[in-house]
């Protein structure tokens, strides 16, 4: 997910820091994309020439993959890396709360930086962080020098948020989440197969993913779809006519009939794209 073009000089509306908002926004998609995540981490399985034993999960944020990773193998341990000391407290406290807390280590560390030691691993997993680095190909190297011969990476990103909304979210602007993602999402996609080539890997696989979750959904699908269009909604101011921007705070609302804590229409629409790459 594209977080890097957050404008700083806003402040957050609610009472929590942006760090804590992205981190449920995390946590929230890896609740509701719990399926994806599971075949996800079901098809590394297959694809590694052994089971995994190390693991090493790259700018891990709250450690939704860690955690996926920790429990798709059961003998692995799992060394989340990240720069933020409280998204690395959520990964505690998620640890702990399923017993996990043997094999699942958070470290902080900037991966621009001078790298902490890690031991040899077999997976080197990276989600929706290599495009926060200053140099993806130097972190790129430094995995590789990680990994044992054999081992694999999976880089993973997703287009942008996802979609939520239906055409019409009936307070009579049609097409308001369209509008919404072409004035934000400007970032050209993601493409890591010539860096994966440039640090040594062997590229096994390009998996795109063109996930679509279909109405009704838990709750959790409400609230993830409230925090993402909030965070979208902060950047918002100007760049849309006021009438889209009244019916999407309506829409972002805890209460009201059109609130998407409320709705029974709110689908998971999202694009995502898995490189797995193999150190030979
Ligand atoms: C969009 S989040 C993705 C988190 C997680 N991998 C996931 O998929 O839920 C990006 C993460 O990269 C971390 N990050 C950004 N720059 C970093 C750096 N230089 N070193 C370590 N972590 C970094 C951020 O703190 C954040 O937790």
Known sequence: ?????????????????????????????????????????????????????????????????????????????????????????????????????????????????????????????????????????????????????????????MDFFPRFLPDDVGVGRPGLEARVHAVLNKRPADEWTEHLRRAGFVLEAKRPSAIDLPAPLPAAAGRYAQVSLRQLRFHLDGQLPAEDLVALDTVIDDDGPHSVLRREDLTVRTNRTTWVARRP
């Not at 908002?21 to 995540?37: H, I, K």
């Open 1 to 157: 997910m594209n977080t890097s073009h957050q404008d700083h000089t806003h402040t957050h509306p609610h009472p929590h820091t942006e760090t804590d908002a992205l981190a449920e926004l995390l946590e929230l998609d890896a609740e509701v994309l719990q399926a994806y995540l599971s075949e996800l981490t079901a098809w590394l399985g297959e694809l590694a020439d052994r089971e995994p034993r190390r693991i090493v999960d790259l700018g891990s944020g709250p450690g939704t993959g860690a955690i996926a990773l920790a429990r798709r193998f059961a003998r692995a341990d799992v060394t989340a890396v990240d720069l933020s000391p409280q998204m690395l407290h959520r990964l505690s406290k998620k640890a702990s709360l399923l017993g996990l807390t043997d094999r699942v280590l958070g470290v902080q560390a900037d991966l621009n930086e001078d790298w902490p030691a890690l031991d040899t691993c077999d997976l080197v997993w990276a989600a929706s962080s290599l495009h926060h680095m200053a140099d993806p190909d130097r972190v790129l190297a430094r995995a590789f020098d990680v990994l044992r011969p054999g081992g694999l990476i999976a880089v993973t990103e």
